[in-house]
């Protein structure tokens, strides 16, 4: 199942590049937007039920990944999914090394790590935009070092005694 989701996702890569530039531009292009957008939730839905169930919830590596993915190959999508296939595997393999050495000889969950990683991530990146929408440009060193905060909150909680 999740090997034909993948198959669909790059089988889309094209189209998805194309309705990238807009509904109407990929409409003129000879693209049938609706289609494709219905082709791409389907595709979506299998990989993250697969994943889900496959792995439990490091459902972060999900969100980040390709946002790095994006900023390291550009915007083509026949090389954001590949790159972010390997950056996933990658983050997932490094949180696991780092989660043995937190708190040796015991292992903390890969699970929390990430979520911690990727929730300051995703502060990070979105946080710019919410900024500048709450409080204007000049406060927005406020939500990376509030990010951290929690960041750091936890952790503290994942390690209180119990």
Known sequence: MGSGGLLGAIMLSRSVTVLSLGDEIAANLGQRTKLVKLGCTVVV??????????????????????????????????????????LG???????DIGARMVNPPFETPVGALIAVIGGISFVGLVG???ARQLV????????????????????????LPE
């Open 45 to 86: 839905l299998v990989l993250a039920g697969v994943a889900v169930s496959s792995v439990g919830s490091i459902g972060f590596v999900g969100l980040m990944v390709p946002h790095v993915a994006r900023a390291l190959v550009g915007v083509d999508y026949r090389w954001i999914i590949p790159t972010s296939a390997i």
């Open 89 to 95: 595997s990658l983050l997932v393999v490094l949180a």
């Open 128 to 130: 710019p935009h919410l």
């Open 136 to 159: 204007g440009a000049k406060h927005q060193f406020l939500l990376p070092a509030s990010a951290l905060t929690g960041g750091l909150l936890l952790i503290l909680l994942i390690y």
